[in-house]
């Protein structure tokens, strides 16, 4: 018989929570679930904020959270898991950076949390209270924690450097505009 140790627990009530919220985030963006916008509504919210196409937007965070938070509330393939929801987490942050640190101002407390608790999740592993575990950690492999992190991150260099970019020149437009008028 296995015993499991206080590390195994600790490890799986910081999966649970985290990729329990993860995922509910994630379903307001694809389902509309729990007061969300759905696909529709929060596409055009993505759309508002600087992420376009706000449709495509909207599913790939989406996706990232459900799926990212699913998997890693499971402990099944822990390394991608927590890669995809950091990478979601660190655009939401780029988002709310503008309003400081602390989420009551609106700022990026909160997807910084999430963010850094599914990437330490990513790094340490899942414990023995989990499916990768289970199946003998075919899909949670050493190299595959660098893998993972190093395509997210150039994803979300890639998008948020994109929207930043178009922020920049609707600003300047902006600014154009009113030395015109």
């Known amino acids: 018989m296995t015993c499991y140790d206080r590390r195994d627990l600790g490890l799986l009530l910081l999966r649970l929570g985290t990729g329990g919220v993860l995922a509910a985030h994630g379903t307001q963006k694809l389902f509309g679930w729990f007061g969300g916008g759905g696909i529709e509504g ?61 989420n009551q101002e609106g700022g990026f407390e909160y997807a910084a949390s999430l963010g850094l608790t ?14 990768d575990h289970a199946l003998g950690h075919t899909v949670n492999r050493s190299w595959m924690i660098p893998a993972a992190f190093a395509v997210i991150a150039a994803a979300t260099v890639v998008t948020v450097g ?20």
Do not use: D
């Open 42 to 102: 929060t596409g055009q919210f993505m759309e508002s904020i600087g992420y376009t196409p706000g449709r495509a937007s909207a599913t790939v965070a989406g996706l990232a959270e459900t799926g990212g938070g699913t998997l890693l509330a499971l402990g099944l393939a822990t390394p991608a898991a927590g890669a995809a929801a950091a990478g979601a987490m660190a655009g939401a942050s780029a988002v709310h950076a503008p309003n400081g640190f602390f």
């Open 118 to 131: 599914a990437a330490g999740l990513a790094v340490a592993g899942p414990g023995r209270l989990s499916l």
């Open 162 to 181: 994109a929207r930043n970019r178009r922020l920049r020149r609707a600003k300047e437009g902006e600014q154009e505009a009113l030395f015109e008028e």
